[in-house]
């Protein structure tokens, strides 16, 4: 059974960081992806970054509102990903949720394409 937890969220500041963690167990695969969304009261929810868990291809990608100021990263040995936010905003405040996918086949910003999710953490940034 795959799951996903997790962790970090808070309250923070605006111009402060956080860092996020997702702990990811159950996948039989070598090769599959991690995506971060986060969804904010009475928005969609949106596609934050996504990580391809290989050993060939780590490349990530991120939405425009979060470029340079949010960094994904995986420990592969740990099962571990990590989203790390700086410079936040108040338009950052959402729950943050992790997401895997055996396969994406674009950005990997698409929530459809995502099969198993985690319960969600708070992020709320004062201004």
């Known amino acids: 059974e795959v799951q996903l937890v997790e962790s970090g969220g808070g309250l923070v500041q605006a111009g402060g960081s956080l860092r996020l963690s997702c702990a990811v167990s159950?996948?039989?695969?070598?090769?599959?992806?991690i995506g971060w969304f986060r969804q904010a009261p009475g928005k969609e929810r949106e596609g934050v970054s996504c990580i391809r868990i290989s050993s060939s291809d780590g490349s990530p990608y991120y939405a425009d509102s979060v470029k340079g100021r949010f960094s994904i990263s995986s420990d592969n040995a740990k099962n571990m990903v990590y989203l790390q936010m700086n410079s936040l905003k108040s338009e950052d405040t959402a729950v943050y949720y992790c997401a895997a996918a055996d396969v994406v086949y674009g950005l990997g910003l698409d929530d459809y394409e995502y099969d198993y999710w985690g319960q969600g953490t708070q992020v709320t940034v004062s201004a």
């Open positions: 159950g996948f039989t695969f070598d090769d599959y992806s």
